[in-house]
């Protein structure tokens, strides 16, 4: 079963950077098309990058060319890059498998200071 454990998370004053890191405790993250989602106060969980089993990526509109995704197999762990961060870059993230969700880890906290 899958444990997400979600970290890398802090304040950041706007167009600073910070790389969220997640690991699946509970299985291999090899075989898997792994997203990172985020969840802000008061809006719907949303999906912001996903990268497939290899390096292919996609991204939401409201990040692409900022975020960028990456994962290492053999340390089971797949990476969020965020560069020029904005006050709107506030919430939660977590990781999952799109296609397959199962379980929300504890997320990790991004605070986009204005």
């Known amino acids: 079963q899958a444990q997400f454990v979600e970290s890398g998370g802090g304040s950041v004053q706007p167009g600073g950077s910070l790389r969220l890191s997640c690991t699946d405790t509970?299985?291999?993250?090899?075989?898997?098309?792994v997203g990172w989602y985020r969840k802000a106060s008061g809006k719907q969980r949303e999906l912001v990058a996903q990268?497939?089993?290899?390096?292919?990526?996609i991204f939401s509109d409201s990040v692409r060319g900022r975020y960028t995704i990456s994962r290492d197999n053999a340390k089971r762990a797949v990476y969020l890059q965020m560069n020029s961060l904005k006050p709107e870059s506030t919430a939660v993230y977590y990781c999952?498998?799109?296609?397959?969700?199962?379980?929300w880890g504890q997320g990790t906290q991004v605070t986009g200071a204005s």
């Open positions: 999952n498998y799109p296609y397959t969700l199962t379980t």
């Open positions: 509970g299985s291999t993250v090899g075989g898997y098309v």
């Open positions: 990268i497939n089993t290899g390096t292919d990526a």
